[in-house]
């Protein structure tokens, strides 16, 4: 999460922050009180607006503590039924328990049961926390009342897209993380030409890492360019 440029989404990021220091302090304790909006939380925006990087970031950091963590997606089914399965379990547990639900508006309506029936479950715990996203306010889902509803009962958030500068602080930051050094003019180059959004600028960046140590050239816009130049086809 250490790598999310929160940009005007600074109250979430701080939120989650708080939450993740409260999992390490409560390892190992007894959770006697903790209210369901510290447990429960719903954000929404366009597609690009970092919702689920956040949620595999609160996953991976779910995995390093060592805490039981269950992400949920339209895709996989199974994994759906296996939590309910041992949600029961779960609920009598202190240690923290990490569920992330993504695209809440892609469910269809056996998994809109299941996410019902799991939020009834666990409302009552005291150490299961669940974070869902999805493209818009829970009063603005084609889903059903009753799950619209129960999606607003804990914290409810919006995600908002990286202005320009933003982005290109945030490639800035992925860059050093690679330990690539980029010529000045290739992010504004970059945001005027190539996608915009962040999800395939950051692919890009590993693109560019993998170039630059293939062709041992540092990053430069000749080098950007050649890398996506499209490749002609021989016969």
């Avoid at 909006?37 to 995995?63: K, M, V």
């Avoid at 339209?74 to 309910?84: D, K, Y």
């Amino acid at each position: 999460m250490d790598n999310f440029l929160p940009g005007e989404d600074l109250a979430l990021y701080s939120t989650l922050q708080e939450l993740v220091r409260g999992w390490k302090t409560k390892l190992g304790h007894h959770i006697e009180v903790n209210p369901l909006n510290q447990r429960w939380i719903y954000w929404w925006g366009p597609e690009g607006s970092g919702r689920t990087h956040l949620l595999c970031a609160l996953g991976n950091i779910a995995e390093d503590l060592g805490l039981d963590y269950f992400p949920l997606t339209s895709h996989e089914p199974i994994s759906w039924v296996r939590l309910e399965e041992k949600i029961a379990g779960l609920i009598q547990k202190d240690t923290p328990t990490v569920i992330t639900v993504d695209d809440v508006d892609c469910l269809d309506e056996r998994l809109v049961s299941s996410l019902f029936r799991i939020l009834n479950e666990i409302s009552a715990s005291k150490a299961i926390y669940i974070f869902m996203a999805g493209n818009a306010a829970p009063s603005s889902l084609q889903l059903r009342e009753d799950l619209r509803t129960r999606l607003g009962w804990g914290l409810v958030f919006q995600t908002r897209l990286l202005g320009d500068d933003e982005k290109i602080e945030a490639l800035q930051q992925a860059a050093q993380a690679r330990g690539l050094v980029l010529s000045p003019d290739v992010l504004p180059w970059l945001l005027s030409r190539f996608y915009r959004d962040m999800p395939n600028l950051m692919a890009l960046m590993d693109a560019l890492d993998a170039y630059s140590l293939e062709t041992k050239r540092a990053v430069t816009l000749p080098l950007v360019r050649e890398l996506l130049k499209p490749k002609s086809n021989t016969s």
